[in-house]
Structure formats: C-alpha cells, structure tokens
C-alpha cells in the first residue's frame, strides 16, 4: 500500500518513517500499558481499544487508489508466481535470504532475561531497558536517516550494516558491563534499521505491480519466520551448551561471528545486491 501512495523519489523516506513509527511504538505501548494498569485493568483495555478505533478511523484518511485491473482467479500456479519471481531476481533473493539469515544467527532477545538477571544482574528494570535499547537505537537512526537519506552505494552500505549488526551482538554477548551492554543492544539496533530501510525499498523497488502482493506475502512470512527461528536457536543452542550463563554467552557470541559471515558469503553470493546504488528508483530494471 505504501509504495502506492508514496512517490518512487520519497520511497526510501516513507520505509524510514514507518520502521522508525513501529519501533516507537514497540517502547511507548509497554510504557504507557504499564502506566494504565495502575489504574485498573479496565482503564488499560478501553485505552488500547480506543486507540484501535481511532487507527481505523484513521484508515478512512487515505486517498484513495486508482483501480487496478481486473485480477486473474487464483491458481497454485499464480501463488507460486512470487516464489519463482524472487528465484529468478537475484537482488530480491539476495535481500529476503540475506534478511533471514543475519537475523536467524544474531537473534539474542530470548536471551535478555538470563544477561538481566545472572551476568549484568540489573533485576526487572534493567531487562526492560535491555529491550527497548534495540528499538531506541533504530528510533534515533530513523531520525539521522530521514534527514541524511541514503543517496548512494546502498547495497555495500547495508552489507556494512549486517556486518555491524554480527560485530555489536558479539560485543554484547562478551559484555559484562550493564552500560556497555545498552549501548550495544543500541547500536545494533541502529544498524539494524539501515538495513531494514534499504532492504524493504530495494525491494519494493526491484518488484512490479502485478507481483508486489505476492512478493510481499512470502516476504512477510520469511521476516515472521527469521526473528522466531533466531530467537528458537539462540535458545535451543544456550540449553545445550550449559545452563543459565554459562549456555547464553557462548550462544550469543556465536550468533553475532555468524551473522558477520553470513553478511560476507551474501555479499560474495549477491554481487547485484552488494552493487545496487540508489533508492530512487533511477537505477532498477524490472
């Protein structure tokens, strides 16, 4: 729907604006529940179902989209067309792939409550601040990145940033310093939105109209899958190594050296992908 609404020149800007908006609310809608239900339980669900009237009132806001032609009936054969669209265009495959496996390696969150409460033993407080450092990082690079946009080189950028994102992970899993752990969770969340940003425009980008759904389904379904997957072998890898402490450190580290290889083996695999430039639109060819 965005790209539809969107201009090609300010695509890039509205994916910033709508990650950086998703982040905050990932840290606001805690805070302020956890506010609400000092006041009772009821208080807290009429305020979340207010807020959910008023985000489909405010559907109502969009323009609206001029209409398409008339849709072919579905056939196993067109719902598959999305899969061999993005085998066939390598730039697409190189970014959904290269998504699934940075983030399947560098996931840590399952693993916050164990650096809370045996390794940096912050108690409650500090796991929540642990959780929401990620999103603060994205929320404050969303900023830098809206007023800097990315005008160049973005494949080898967002290369640089995976890579980044497999080298702070590791900086947290090794940490035992509660600052420095934050600011590691931080920066990973920085670098994380950069990528977010140029990987979903490339995307949107390199894909046409008449499969952008489709693209967009299994898209979504490999991001759900990617984030649950790496928080399962984060995990399934601390229990088998030891417990507590002693299995969660070496997972992490572990995790963050993996994501740091997937991002070279991608950007050797990928040369389309690591060689794409601009977000405008200018360079694609469908």
Same mark, same amino acid.
């Given at each position: ?12 800007? @509205? ?9 905050? &609310?990932?840290?606001?809608?805690? @805070? ?23 985000? &489909? ?17 579905? =056939? ?30 560098? /996931? ?17 407080? #500090? ?15 969303? /900023? ?19 890579? $980044?994102?497999?080298?702070? =992970? ?17 920066? $990973? ?35 759900? @899958? ?9 995990? =399934?890898?601390?229990?088998?190594? #030891? ?19 997937? @991002? /070279? ?6 040369? =389309? ?7 405008? #639109? ?5």
């Amino acid at each position: 729907l965005v790209v539809s609404l969107v201009p090609t020149k300010d695509f890039a800007n @509205a994916v910033t604006w709508n990650s950086s908006a998703w982040q905050a &609310a990932t840290i606001i809608g805690p @805070a302020a529940g956890g506010l609400l239900v000092g006041f009772g339980p009821d208080i807290a669900y009429g305020a979340a179902f207010a807020m959910m009237g008023l985000g &489909a009132l405010l559907v109502f806001a969009i323009p609206k989209l001029p209409k398409s032609p008339p849709k072919e009936r579905p =056939t196993l054969s067109n719902m598959l067309e999305g899969f061999r669209f993005i085998w066939k265009q390598k730039i697409i495959l190189g970014a959904i792939s290269l998504d699934l496996f940075a983030v399947l390696m560098g /996931g840590v969150v399952a693993l916050l409550p164990i650096y809370a409460e045996d390794i940096l033993h912050l108690g409650p407080e #500090g796991l929540g601040w642990l959780r929401a450092a990620p999103a603060i990082g994205a929320i404050a690079m969303a /900023g830098v990145i809206a007023t800097f946009p990315i005008k160049d080189h973005a494949g080898r950028i967002m290369f640089v940033c995976v890579a $980044l994102f497999g080298v702070f =992970t590791v900086v947290f899993g090794l940490s035992t310093v509660a600052w420095l752990s934050i600011v590691a969770l931080i920066l $990973l969340g920085a670098v994380d939105m950069v990528s977010v940003v140029i990987r979903e425009t490339l995307l949107q980008l390199w894909t046409p109209d008449d499969v952008r759904g489709r693209v967009n389904a299994v898209n979504s379904v490999f991001v759900s @899958a990617s984030n649950e997957l790496g928080e399962f072998r984060a995990g =399934t890898m601390a229990h088998a190594i #030891g417990p507590a402490a002693i299995g969660a450190v070496p997972a992490v580290v572990i995790g963050g050296v993996g994501a740091f290889i997937v @991002a /070279g083996a991608w950007a050797w695999m990928f040369p =389309t992908l690591r060689n794409a430039r601009r977000l405008d #639109g200018a360079d694609v060819k469908h």
